[in-house]
Each structure stands twice: as C-alpha cells, then as structure tokens.
C-alpha cells in the first residue's frame, strides 16, 4: 500500500508501534523474519520480511508458525 500524505504517520496509524514494540527481526533458515518471543525456547513468526517471493511459498516459514532457534545439534 502506498499512502501519499502530508499527514504524520502517527496519526495515521496510532497503534503501530504499539503491535511492532515486541518483535524481533532475524534471519531463520536465510529469511529475514519478525519474530515475537512465546516462551522460552520458541519464537512466533508474525511476518515474513523478504523481497524474494520463493520465501513467500516455504510451508515451514509463515505467519503464526512456531519456531524454536534454540535447537542444539545432534537432537540434544
């Protein structure tokens, strides 16, 4: 969406920040995602952040999809 406006952003969209304040960006198997903290060990993904519509079709990576990036090699 592309708003062409004189009008500030914040008031435009009054609560963005307040929705964005808890995410984190970071990188998960090469894409770039943002991220909310949902327990200890686990993340969920609130969107994807990439100009590369492959990422878009990954049916592990979306909107809502729980991941855990603490995961230590060898299953332990």
Known sequence: MTL???VPEVIIFPHHHE???NLIEMIYNGVHV???HDGQRS???D???STDPA???NANIHPGAVI???EQPNGH
């Open 4 to 6: 062409y406006t004189i």
């Open 19 to 21: 929705k964005t304040a």
């Open 34 to 36: 943002m991220v909310e």
């Open 43 to 45: 993340f969920r993904i």
């Open 47 to 49: 969107r994807i952040v």
């Open 55 to 57: 990422d878009y079709m």
């Open 68 to 70: 855990n990036v603490f």
